[in-house]
């Protein structure tokens, strides 16, 4: 399976979306527009418009709200993927250079802000006033998932309550999202809305967790990065945390002094990957992942057979079955 039998039941819409998409971008402001074609450059699969538009044909049929619901939702992805690489200090996206890496980090971050006002502002013109609360509360839940992070990296100790929290808030809440806006344009009927939500929020929690367990089983040659660069950027995820728990406290201390301490990325990585497996990390994180698929594919029991619904359960293989 690929992403194309994802994408297939809205191939013909997500053309159109990505013309709406470039019209809206354009700016008599030569940087501005400059800088902001060079993130359509950037643009990856598009995974969240295409939920978007699926969400709306599995709840009542894509309506003209659908398209700015997708819009709305790109433009605060792309404006938030531009944010996190100037706090991280990243050079690179999607294989070609960062938009900090070429026009540094001020006029990445006042494009970043850009983005986002655009899609409010497109929004309040439109009248779409639930799109606006839900966006809103996107932005506010990731913001959060992303401070509680850096707080518990910080100190080395998070659990697996505070993980799925972040987790939470800083992955799904934007899945959701995209699945809640494409079926509020498409239906008033709140049991498919917030079926809807459910399986982008559950699916959004399945696809980091078994991301965060790629970084150590996954193959660097697909991947495009290095295995354990969680580990050496002291991330502690699900596999980390699971194994720690069933660790003696002698043995936690161990890999925590080494996840503080060591300057050696062969022994970060080797060592405590190593213990992650040997304690059944990826096991427990990957049954973890599983039983939120199944959330996933449950939420869809109130909607009728169609390919876009078909789609949707296919995008729940692709995410568990990726390994990259």
């Known amino acids: 399976m690929n992403i194309n039998d994802v994408t ?8 159109l979306f990505r013309q709406k998409y470039r019209e809206l971008l354009r700016n008599q402001n030569s940087l501005v527009d400059k800088v902001t074609r060079y993130v359509l450059r950037q643009q990856g699969k598009q995974i969240r418009p295409v939920m978007v538009l699926l969400s709306a044909s599995v709840a ?23 944010h996190d690489d100037v706090v991280d200090g990243a050079e690179m996206r999607r294989g070609i250079a960062s938009i900090n890496a070429i026009w540094k980090n001020k006029i990445s971050v006042l494009i970043g802000d850009y983005l986002l006002s655009k899609g409010l502002l497109y929004s309040l013109e439109s009248k779409d006033y639930g799109f606006l609360h839900i966006v809103s509360d996107a932005v506010r839940r990731m913001s959060e998932g992303e401070i509680l992070q850096i707080q518990k990296t910080r100190s080395l100790d998070i659990s697996e309550e505070d993980y799925i929290r972040v987790i939470s808030d800083k992955t799904a809440s934007l899945i959701a999202s995209s699945c809640a806006m494409g079926a509020e344009s498409a239906t008033e009927d709140e049991v498919k809305i917030a ?5 982008g929020e559950s699916l959004g929690l399945a696809f980091q967790i078994r991301d965060d367990t790629l970084d150590y089983t996954g193959d660097s040659r697909k991947t495009g990065k290095e295995m354990g660069i969680d580990i050496r950027d002291r991330k502690i995820t699900l596999p980390l945390i699971h194994a720690l728990s069933k660790a003696s406290p002698a043995e936690q201390r161990r890999v925590r002094s080494i996840l503080k301490n060591s300057r050696k990325r062969s022994q970060l990585r080797g060592e405590v990957m190593d213990f992650v497996r040997r304690m059944g990390g990826l096991d427990y994180a990957g ?38």
């Open 8 to 15: 297939a039941p809205v191939a013909e819409e997500l053309v």
């Open 60 to 82: 009542g049929g894509i309506r003209e709200s659908s398209y700015r619901g997708a819009i709305m939702v790109e433009l605060l992805h792309s404006a938030t993927l531009i």
């Open 287 to 324: 049954a973890v992942a599983e039983g939120y698929a199944a959330e996933a594919v449950e939420a869809l029991d109130v909607f009728g057979d169609s390919e876009a619904k078909k789609a949707l359960l296919n995008l729940v293989d692709f995410v568990m079955n990726r390994q990259h």
């Open 195 to 199: 079926a809807m939500k459910k399986y």
